[in-house]
């Protein structure tokens, strides 16, 4: 078994997962075609739910354990998209097609690294590979609900588009519900308390307001109001005005101390968060996989996206062939030479550490 074999069978792989619809919560099928690749390989692995998970097969609990996770789940298309988006269409260099490049080249090729490792002996480091689902949704079945079901993680490589330099460090999220409360009454009255008004200041206060702690790795934290929505008819003032917030989180905070100081000091009559589960992520620069990784040329960065880091409380690295940039966008594609170079990376990466 060749790393160009092994290449070879991950871009073959990542067509028939373009080729086959998996949006999140709807991925039975793509995980079937990854049970196919097991099977082909002789890898023992488990599914749960639409997750495909195994060890390597020398597993040794004296060892501490590595886990390789990327995603199977995609988006929808958008209406931009001027190629088939469930067509695998491969084009100057391009593999055009929905996941190919968010995360497709990152999960196989990390099947593929980890199909390399599977059968050798005296690993420093166990290995556990998880194909998830449910990453683009942040479902309740995805990545998190198997950090019980997995040995125990001590560090990951989380594979998502970064050209395949080094994301030591990622933005949490925690996405806020506001109100802010007026008078209702109808349009033809006088009213000094409309509520659209008031979130005039509000909107202002939100635009000037700037967290105190930044960080060297991934700067300052990002506050926006996304989404605004108020009344129903021309000819009256609401009662309120729905504001939607997101802030992504540097590692200098938690989100519950996010939270925290925008309940104490945000002028809205009420903000609360969704959830405080995405917190941020890094991954020491001393750790052995990042020391590889510079030593190998790779640079460094803090990640302005999230993935499935923010449900992992060891630490981890983001990790992937592709770009960031074209994630999410028509006529999504990942180049040949990417994945091939991706597969190449990481097989030197843990040759530096685990072997």
């Given at each position: 078994m060749?790393?160009?074999?092994l290449t070879?069978?991950?871009?073959?792989?990542?067509?028939?997962?373009?080729e086959?619809?998996?949006?999140?919560?709807?991925?039975d099928k793509?995980?079937?075609?990854i049970?196919a690749w097991?099977?082909?390989?002789l890898?023992?692995?488990?599914?749960?739910?639409?997750?495909v998970?195994?060890v390597?097969?020398?597993?040794?609990?004296?060892n501490?354990?590595l886990?390789l996770n990327?995603?199977?789940?995609t988006?929808k298309?958008?209406?931009a998209?001027?190629k088939d988006?469930?067509?695998a269409i491969?084009?100057?260099?391009?593999?055009?097609?929905?996941?190919?490049n968010?995360?497709g080249g990152c999960?196989?090729?990390?099947?593929?690294?980890?199909?390399?490792?599977?059968n050798?002996e005296?690993?420093k480091?166990?290995?556990v590979?998880?194909a998830?689902?449910?990453?683009?949704s942040?479902?309740?079945?995805?990545?998190?609900?198997?950090?019980?079901?997995?040995p125990?993680i001590?560090?990951?490589?989380?594979g998502?588009p970064?050209?395949?330099?080094?994301a030591?460090?990622e933005k949490?999220?925690?996405?806020f519900?506001?109100?802010v409360?007026?008078t209702?009454s109808h349009?033809a009255?006088?009213?000094d308390?409309n509520?659209?008004?008031?979130?005039?200041?509000?909107l202002?206060w939100f635009?000037d307001?700037?967290f105190?702690?930044?960080?060297?790795?991934?700067g300052?934290?990002?506050?926006?109001?996304?989404q605004i929505?108020a009344g129903t008819?021309h000819?009256?003032?609401p009662a309120?005005?729905?504001l939607?917030?997101?802030?992504r989180?540097?590692?200098?905070y938690?989100n519950?101390e996010?939270a925290k100081?925008?309940?104490?000091k945000?002028?809205c009559d009420s903000i609360t968060?969704?959830?405080?589960?995405?917190n941020?992520s890094?991954?020491?620069?001393?750790?052995?996989?990042?020391?590889?990784?510079i030593?190998?040329?790779?640079?460094?960065?803090?990640?302005?996206?999230?993935?499935?880091q923010a449900?992992?409380t060891c630490s981890?690295?983001?990790?992937?062939?592709?770009n960031?940039?074209?994630?999410?966008?028509?006529?999504?594609?990942i180049?040949?030479n990417?994945?091939e170079?991706?597969?190449?990376i990481?097989v030197?990466?843990?040759?530096r550490?685990?072997?």
């Amino acid at each position: 078994m060749t790393l160009e074999q092994l290449t070879n069978d991950a871009i073959s792989l990542l067509k028939k997962l373009i080729e086959t619809p998996s949006f999140s919560s709807e991925e039975d099928k793509t995980a079937s075609i990854i049970e196919a690749w097991m099977k082909r390989y002789l890898i023992d692995y488990k599914r749960t739910k639409n997750n495909v998970w195994a060890v390597n097969k020398h597993f040794d609990e004296n060892n501490p354990t590595l886990l390789l996770n990327s995603h199977h789940d995609t988006v929808k298309p958008n209406s931009a998209y001027s190629k088939d988006p469930f067509k695998a269409i491969i084009e100057d260099g391009k593999l055009y097609g929905l996941g190919s490049n968010d995360a497709g080249g990152c999960l196989v090729s990390l099947i593929a690294t980890f199909t390399y490792f599977y059968n050798q002996e005296n690993l420093k480091y166990n290995l556990v590979l998880v194909a998830s689902a449910e990453e683009e949704s942040s479902g309740p079945n995805g990545l998190n609900s198997m950090l019980s079901i997995i040995p125990k993680i001590d560090v990951a490589i989380v594979g998502e588009p970064t050209l395949m330099n080094l994301a030591v460090a990622e933005k949490g999220l925690v996405v806020f519900d506001a109100k802010v409360v007026g008078t209702p009454s109808h349009a033809a009255h006088p009213n000094d308390n409309n509520c659209i008004y008031n979130t005039i200041k509000v909107l202002q206060w939100f635009k000037d307001f700037k967290f105190e702690k930044t960080s060297d790795v991934l700067g300052d934290v990002k506050l926006t109001v996304t989404q605004i929505k108020a009344g129903t008819q021309h000819n009256a003032v609401p009662a309120d005005v729905d504001l939607v917030i997101d802030v992504r989180v540097n590692d200098a905070y938690t989100n519950a101390e996010i939270a925290k100081i925008l309940q104490e000091k945000s002028p809205c009559d009420s903000i609360t968060p969704r959830s405080l589960r995405l917190n941020s992520s890094s991954i020491p620069l001393n750790h052995d996989l990042v020391k590889a990784g510079i030593a190998m040329g790779r640079e460094t960065y803090g990640s302005p996206t999230l993935s499935d880091q923010a449900v992992l409380t060891c630490s981890s690295l983001k990790l992937g062939p592709g770009n960031s940039t074209r994630s999410h966008s028509a006529d999504e594609f990942i180049y040949l030479n990417e994945i091939e170079e991706g597969i190449k990376i990481y097989v030197e990466l843990l040759n530096r550490v685990i072997v």
